[in-house]
Structures are given as structure tokens and as C-alpha cells.
């Protein structure tokens, strides 16, 4: 590879990687300072009278999210009789939102796959904890295990943040990869694309996954030698599709709502679950600390929790290929049945994430900072 080659391979290691995970250091200062200011803010969460329900439907309850937002005010009127104001950005931009609105909050309840950016939250003291939930016991196992301990926030569901994707007009089932370690063989040089976790939200619960799984290191190698094989990153998934289409790109990790709106326009892409399975972007519900409609903020959660509400959503929500996070409810016919979707722990995943939203940072090998 001549200088110029890997001068990009390495920015563009720094754009997906070094822009990934936060210095070991500042993750364990940021947790540590959050631990008390979440011990803090949980005695404060005690016991002062709230206003009354009449008080709290005043008005409309101000709910922030990335996704949905043509469906869910008139739904949760018709379910709940209580009106709802939503204000929709993309992940970056909500967390940006919520971060300059620090010191004085102006949304009750933050809805979004943005699982670890809500549990920074937490750690920051910014969510409201000890949130009992009437209908969550229709949590089903695997999102059940999802609720933390001090109950900040409730899943509502999950998509796969990366399926495999390939155009069937190059390659053929049997030579098409079936799992992301597949994607390290030479025969896919030049071939593959994802989006950027640096720019893309839905992109870093990928990131994550490789990293916690296959530890840091591990991550790296991954990495290293997609990028060696000339790894093409997209700023986000629509520039993969993009991508796809032209035959630009002829494989993907791509995140599943663009890869089977691939195949209902029509375009030549099939879709593989990685054998490993398939890296999760978890939606969850989560309720602002300040909020002065707590009632009304429960009743939302327990409106998404609600099977007549996820079946909705399924049915003819703008997001719809996911997997509900309750029983009774059935996922989109033409998605694959009973998939499996595998995540970064909780933690973890929130630990690498650095206080800027939008953006995450890691300690490349050769540079200190």
C-alpha cells in the first residue's frame, strides 16, 4: 500500500474506531462521577407531592424521539385520552438537544434505538429511576433482562443495526458471505460498506458489538484488515443504500428497515442474518428526572408496552421490521422469523461513549492524547 493509501485507511480507522470508544480513563472518571450524582438525584426523586393528574393533562406531554412520530401523537390520544407533543431529530441530534437543554428540560419522555446514549443519561443523573410500570411484566425474557436495575428506562423493542446484504446479481448464495467473520476474506475486497458510527447512530450498536464481543483488540484486527481490503464507509445507511444500488458496493452491513425497503423497490439484494447473529439497535422509553407530568410520562410507557400499540406500530409504523419487545404481537411477515440479535452489554456500550452526543472516541495503538 503506497503512503497515500494508508494515509486514508488510517483516517478513515480514525473516523470509524479512533472516533469510536472513549480512553479508559475518561470512561471510568465519567462513571464514577455519575455513580453519585445518580445516588444524589435518586434521594431527591423521594417523595415530594406532585401535581394532580387534572394539573399534569394541562398540557401536552412533550416526548423527544428519532422515529414514529406520525403515528404516535393521535394513537396515544385514542389509547390514553391524554394529548402528546412530539419532536422528532435523528439520534445525534435529539442527544444534542437534550444536552443543551441540561439545566432546564423541556421534554418528559426521550423514545429512540439509543440505548446507551439514554443510559448515559442515567449515569448522569439526567432520567428519572425506581420507574414501576404496571404492564412490563408482558416484557418478554430477553427484554426483561434489559431493564436495569434502578428500572431508568423500559425497551420497546429491536432491530438489527447490521444484517448482511448483498447484491444477488454478483454473487451467488453459495459464495456469499453467511457471518461478519466472512467479511475478512480476500475474496470481498473492494466490495464491502457499512455507514460511519461516527455519523450514524444506528451504526454504533455495530461498532460495539464487535468491540465487546471480541474484546478491543480483537475489534481492532477486525477492523485493520477490512480496512486493508478497502472497506468503504458511508457517512450513514441511505449512502450505503446508494452505494448497493450503483454496485459501488456489492456487499454491506446495512441496518434491516434500509435493506427490505431495498427489496420492496425492487433492487437486486438479499438479505443475510450473520450466523453470529445480528447486531441489535434496542428502542427504549425513558422518563425525564424534572419532568412535572410523572403520571402521564408512566402512562406513555405504558402505552408503548401495550401488544395493541407495538402490533400498531408494526403494522404501519414508518420503522416497522423490529422485534417487539412483549408477547402477542407479530413481526412484520416478509422479516426473517425468530431472528437472532445479539448486543454490546449495556455498560459497556455506554462506558465507550464519550459526553459529546453524536460522537464517540477511542485511543488509537500509536497515539497518545
Not at 66 to 76: C, E, M, T, Y
Not at 281 to 301: E, G, L, M, W, Y
Not at 332 to 343: G, M, Y
Amino acid at each position: 500500500m503506497d503512503k497515500k493509501g494508508y494515509g486514508m485507511m488510517k483516517k478513515l480507522w480514525c473516523l470509524l474506531l479512533c472516533a469510536m470508544f472513549v480512553l479508559t480513563g475518561c470512561s471510568s472518571n465519567t462513571t464514577g462521577t455519575a455513580d453519585s450524582e445518580t445516588e444524589t438525584n435518586q434521594t431527591a426523586d423521594v417523595e415530594e407531592e406532585g401535581p394532580s393528574m387534572e394539573e399534569q393533562a394541562a398540557e401536552p406531554l412533550t416526548v423527544y424521539l428519532n422515529d414514529f412520530d406520525s403515528v404516535i401523537p393521535d394513537l396515544f390520544k385514542e389509547k390514553t385520552g391524554y394529548g402528546g407533543e412530539v419532536v422528532v431529530g435523528n439520534g445525534a441530534e435529539t442527544m444534542s438537544r437534550i444536552e443543551a437543554e441540561k439545566s432546564n428540560p423541556q421534554w418528559d419522555v426521550v423514545w429512540m434505538d439509543s440505548m446507551y446514549d439514554i443510559y448515559n443519561l442515567d449515569l448522569g443523573g439526567q432520567l428519572m429511576t425506581d420507574v414501576e410500570i404496571e404492564n412490563a411484566s408482558g416484557l418478554t425474557p430477553e427484554f426483561s433482562a434489559l431493564v436495569p436495575e434502578d428500572k431508568c428506562f423500559y425497551p420497546t423493542g429491536a432491530h438489527s443495526a447490521g444484517v448482511l446484504v448483498y447484491r444477488n446479481d454478483v454473487w451467488s448464495e453459495e459464495d456469499a458471505p453467511k457471518s461478519y467473520a466472512d467479511l475478512t476474506d480476500p475474496k470481498y475486497a473492494g466490495a464491502v460498506a457499512m455507514a460511519d458510527p461516527g455519523v450514524a447512530a444506528p451504526a454504533y450498536p455495530l461498532a460495539a458489538y464487535f468491540m465487546d464481543t471480541l474484546g478491543m483488540e480483537g475489534g481492532q484486527e477486525f477492523f485493520t484488515t477490512l480496512f486493508e481490503q478497502g472497506l468503504k464507509v458511508y457517512p450513514k445507511n441511505p449512502q450505503v443504500v446508494e452505494a448497493l444500488a450503483s454496485g459501488e458496493a456489492t456487499i454491506a452491513m446495512l441496518q434491516e428497515s434500509n435493506a427490505y425497503a431495498m427489496i420492496a423497490d425492487g433492487e437486486p439484494i438479499t438479505i443475510v442474518w450473520p450466523e453470529e447473529g445480528a447486531a441489535a439497535s434496542t428502542r427504549v422509553a425513558a422518563i425525564c428526572k424534572s419532568t412535572d407530568q410523572p403520571d402521564i410520562a408512566k402512562a406513555f410507557v405504558e402505552f408503548l408496552l401495550d401488544p395493541e400499540v407495538q402490533q400498531e406500530l408494526i403494522d404501519t409504523g414508518d420503522e416497522a421490521y423490529f422485534t417487539p419487545s412483549v408477547e402477542g404481537v407479530t413481526a412484520k411477515p416478509d422479516r426473517e422469523s425468530n431472528p437472532t440479535l445479539v448486543a454490546a452489554d449495556v455498560q459497556f456500550g455506554a462506558e465507550k461513549r464519550t459526553s459529546r452526543p453524536g460522537s464517540l472516541t477511542i485511543l488509537h495503538s500509536d497515539e497518545k492524547q
